[in-house]
């Protein structure tokens, strides 16, 4: 399966996702246009590595900002994740936040708090 790579842009994050290694990121601020049409395919590329895989999923969050529909896109991968983790496969979040930045940090909490695989709080 080929990698994903998003370039960051206005309002959009980078999109990191290695197939090889497992390690899915992504970084920046997400405030798109339109968050359907952005992360279609991002979700689309989870639900179909996570679907032909049997290795260890890392997701990195390292977003300084995100709007209420890109927290909707979070959320499904998050969901994927969780359930790829519950079928027996070895999955993890790593939720990145600064120290001045609470909301990051709540959200990371409200998003994780749910969530069977195991997630991790990083202040960096």
């Not at 590595?49 to 995100?66: H, P, R, W």
């Not at 959320?75 to 001045?100: A, P, Q, R």
Request: proline letters at 3%.
């Amino acid at each position: 399966m080929n990698n994903l790579f998003i370039p960051k842009e206005k309002g959009t994050p980078e999109i990191d996702f290695n197939s090889v290694d497992g390690t899915l990121s992504i970084t920046g601020q997400s405030y798109p246009e339109d968050s359907s049409e952005f992360y279609i395919y991002v979700i689309a590329w989870v639900r179909d590595f996570i679907s032909s895989t049997k290795q260890k999923v890392t997701f990195n969050v390292k977003l300084q900002y995100f709007n209420t529909s890109s927290s909707k896109a979070i959320l499904d991968i998050l969901e994927m994740l969780d359930n790829y983790f519950k079928s027996g496969n070895e999955s993890e979040v790593n939720w990145f936040y600064t120290e001045e930045d609470d909301d990051i940090y709540d959200h990371g909490i409200e998003f994780t708090e749910d969530l069977s695989l195991p997630c991790k709080l990083i202040l960096c």
